[in-house]
């Protein structure tokens, strides 16, 4: 019986923390942000218009309702919390709302902002709610897979760089796709593999805003990278050749 546990607890992990890839992103050429050579500042701004999020509680309420969409627009992800929250008390669903928009200002968007101006050595230092610098870098959040249960979180993000007052002549156009909360393989991996089977004992508390900011800050000192190496003159592994006109 004990054997039979550690398995399909050992099945169970592995559908849910899925196969180990790394993020992708686009090819450009190596001289894609020679632009921002002699800017030392750029403005930073968040966007969450075409967000989808998933995490473990839509993966349960699958099997209920027969929905195979894992992937929720965030206005229906929130509705769907919201109600959930609501039922167990009136009025948690919207302290939970709440909650989850004050993450995003005070909680994940700081973390891209320091790591990736230590990404660049302050070379280059994003700022938010600073709209008078000549360049602005509008990083548009696409994913976020909460994970849970010891599993991480997965997101996936779009980082574009215009100039402040055209901002629909986008310069770079850069896609961070599949952003860990960890490493797969690493010791916090290591560790995230004894609190899943902790979880399913219910030891352990899930909280998925810690495993989110992590995936900001290796977005933040990851593109951070990606621009450097682009002044150093080496081949990044990604970078655009030209302008994108949006209308």
Not at 19 to 35: C, G, K, L, R, W
Not at 204 to 211: C, E, Y
Not at 224 to 242: G, H, M, N, T, V
């Amino acid at each position: 019986m004990i054997e039979t546990r550690k398995i399909t607890g050992l099945i169970l992990y592995l559908m849910l923390t899925g196969p180990f890839e790394s993020y992708a992103q686009n090819s450009h050429d190596s001289d894609a942000f020679a632009f921002l050579g002699k800017e030392k500042r750029i403005s930073l701004m968040f966007n969450y218009d075409q967000l989808q999020v998933e995490d473990i509680w839509t993966i349960k309420s699958m099997w209920k309702t027969g929905d195979s969409s894992l992937l929720k627009p965030e206005l229906e992800f929130l509705r769907l919390k919201s109600e959930k929250y609501d039922k167990k008390r009136k009025g948690r669903g919207k302290q939970w709302i709440e909650n989850w928009e004050r993450n995003k200002k005070y909680n994940y968007e700081p973390r891209f902002e320091k790591y990736f101006n230590k990404g660049t050595k302050h070379k280059l230092v994003c700022s938010r709610f600073v709209d008078t610098l000549k360049y602005t870098m509008q990083v548009n959040v696409k994913e976020m897979r909460l994970g849970g249960n010891g599993n991480y979180a997965v997101c996936s993000f779009e980082v574009l760089i215009f100039e402040t007052k055209i901002p629909n002549r986008i310069l770079t156009k850069t896609l961070m796709e599949d952003v860990y909360s960890m490493q797969p393989g690493s010791a916090d991996d290591f560790v995230s593999s004894f609190l899943f089977f902790a979880l399913l004992r219910g030891t352990f508390p899930s909280n998925h805003s810690k495993r989110v900011k992590k995936c900001y800050v290796n977005c933040g000192r990851d593109f951070a990278k990606e621009i450097r190496l682009s002044y150093q003159k080496k081949k990044p592994p990604s970078l655009r050749d030209s302008p994108i006109f949006i209308d």
